[in-house]
């Protein structure tokens, strides 16, 4: 099986890169296609390495060797903030380098090449080409978006039929479903599955819904935002309506006030007292009947979370945000006993080297004691405090935030940015950064600016 996602992830990305490099999509149509293909992976040589991986990288090295691009002004702060996140990081080395298990600065230097070459650099790339393209536009993306949403939306309810009608697990495997039935459940003694298109997984298949369904609402596409909103229900991921609630939020805060940055730290700070609001009145959920469908499809998962406290009290949260024990958790309970450490973060690549005592989750430990654990993160903002520490985070996100379009477009552009909290989305929230920076004011909708 292995063999065969290989196959068609490489397949897959090559055939997206042709279609741009004829020019029968654009670069933003090109990612978008192949995030939401990134289940397909070729698995030997990683597990991030996909289809989205693998079309950055075949259009970064064309565009390089064609000499068809420059470094924009944002790339090249970028870079360099890298580099002085690297360097603040090995001036802070000395005192922090106890604290690590095995780490040595060959593995450092390594994983700083790596994540150069892997990572950074198909991204600056990508969105130094959009900012000069004149075919990359705003609209292009809104459009993009919902197509990739609408087709993923369809391919999920085949795939919950496919599930409901073949037992075969290599068939479903082959269409999208992690292990044929990784993410099974019951609902009234009918065993479903988490849908997750062709997704890396279900919370990746909500996230894009979540991304498309204001603006369908907006394009007042109403049946459709109605077919978005009921598959994201049925990826069964509290993610999807944290995306919904950021919309919502933002909504609100654009009625006073169109500011990027400002309605973005006030959002973040509306769900660090919503979790909070919910700890302390988490007993009143337990009186739901577990067997509902409101409980199994929406509550149980989410409510999961709150159950913050695993093993000598360490708690489960980030100032009363529920985190996941197997990803974000390791990493603040680490810098909890470490504060200085948050400066310069522990080092891009360099989580598998954190002490195996802040891993709770039996999965981190298993890797860890095999030697197969990669460390990665979900929540965007924690990812860069994490690896980057905190002075590159928040120069980043001043810089980032210094650009301003009209309402609806300095609206989604805050929408991304607040979702890319929970979830990472780099190369979506990068590549919408560049088309603000372009200073098209393409996308002007009345009935938005008339109800904001």
């Known amino acids: 099986m292995d063999f065969v996602l290989s196959s068609i992830a490489l397949v897959l990305s090559i055939i997206i890169f042709l279609l741009w490099y004829k020019h029968e999509i654009t670069?933003?149509?090109?990612?978008?296609?192949?995030?939401?293909?990134?289940?397909?992976?070729?698995?030997?040589?990683?597990?991030?390495?996909?289809?989205?991986?693998?079309?950055?990288?075949?259009?970064?090295?064309?565009?390089?060797?064609?000499?068809?691009?420059?470094?924009?002004?944002?790339?090249?702060?970028?870079?360099?903030?890298?580099?002085?996140?690297?360097?603040?990081?090995?001036?802070?080395?000395?005192?922090?380098?106890?604290?690590?298990?095995?780490?040595?600065?060959?593995?450092?230097?390594?994983?700083?090449?790596?994540?150069?070459?892997?990572?950074?650099?198909?991204?600056?790339?990508?969105?130094?080409?959009?900012?000069?393209?004149?075919?990359?536009?705003?609209?292009?993306?809104?459009?993009?978006?919902?197509?990739?949403?609408?087709?993923?939306?369809?391919?999920?309810?085949?795939?919950?039929?496919?599930?409901?009608?073949?037992?075969?697990?290599?068939?479903?495997?082959?269409?999208?479903?992690?292990?044929?039935?990784?993410?099974?459940?019951?609902?009234?003694?009918?065993?479903?599955?988490?849908?997750?298109?062709?997704?890396?997984?279900?919370?990746?298949?909500?996230?894009?819904?979540?991304?498309?369904?204001?603006?369908?609402?907006?394009?007042?596409?109403?049946?459709?935002?109605?077919?978005?909103?009921?598959?994201?229900?049925?990826?069964?991921?509290?993610?999807?309506?944290?995306v919904l609630l950021a919309a919502v939020f933002l909504f609100l805060l654009y009625k006073y006030k169109n500011a990027i940055r400002f309605n973005v730290v006030m959002a973040i700070l509306m769900f660090f007292f919503m979790f909070n609001l919910i700890s302390s009145f988490i007993n009143l959920f337990q009186d739901i009947n577990h067997n509902s469908l409101i409980y199994k499809v929406v509550l149980d998962r989410a409510l999961q979370r709150f159950d913050i406290t695993i093993i000598d009290n360490n708690n489960n949260d980030l100032f009363g945000l529920p985190l996941q024990r197997d990803l974000e958790l390791p990493a603040i309970n680490f810098f909890r006993d470490h504060n200085l450490m948050i400066l310069s973060g522990f080092g891009t690549g360099n989580y598998k080297f954190i002490p195996s005592q802040y891993f709770v989750s039996d999965w981190n430990e298993d890797m860890l004691a095999k030697g197969t654990f990669k460390g990665h993160f979900d929540m965007g903002w924690i990812f860069f405090v994490s690896e980057f520490g905190i002075l590159f985070s928040l120069l980043l996100f001043y810089l980032i935030t210094n650009v301003n379009s009209n309402k609806f477009n300095n609206y989604y552009f805050s929408f991304l940015l607040v979702v890319f909290f929970f979830h990472r989305i780099d190369i979506i929230l990068f590549s919408f950064f560049s088309l603000m920076n372009k200073k098209y004011e393409i996308f002007n909708r009345n009935h938005f600016l008339q109800s904001s």
């Open 27 to 242: 670069l933003i149509e090109g990612l978008l296609i192949s995030t939401c293909l990134s289940y397909y992976k070729i698995s030997f040589l990683g597990p991030t390495i996909n289809v989205l991986f693998l079309f950055q990288i075949f259009v970064s090295a064309c565009l390089v060797i064609s000499k068809k691009v420059k470094f924009s002004k944002f790339s090249s702060i970028l870079f360099i903030l890298t580099i002085f996140s690297f360097l603040i990081y090995y001036i802070l080395l000395p005192f922090f380098y106890k604290y690590f298990n095995g780490l040595n600065i060959i593995d450092i230097f390594i994983n700083q090449i790596i994540y150069v070459i892997k990572y950074l650099f198909p991204i600056l790339v990508c969105i130094s080409y959009i900012q000069i393209s004149k075919y990359e536009t705003i609209e292009v993306f809104y459009k993009s978006l919902n197509k990739v949403a609408i087709a993923s939306a369809a391919i999920a309810i085949f795939q919950l039929l496919l599930f409901i009608t073949i037992t075969n697990n290599f068939v479903r495997e082959l269409f999208g479903l992690i292990d044929g039935n990784k993410y099974q459940y019951s609902l009234f003694g009918i065993d479903l599955v988490r849908i997750q298109a062709f997704c890396y997984e279900p919370k990746g298949l909500s996230v894009i819904l979540g991304l498309s369904f204001p603006l369908l609402i907006i394009y007042k596409r109403f049946f459709q935002a109605l077919f978005v909103f009921i598959v994201g229900v049925l990826t069964v991921s509290q993610t999807f309506f944290i």
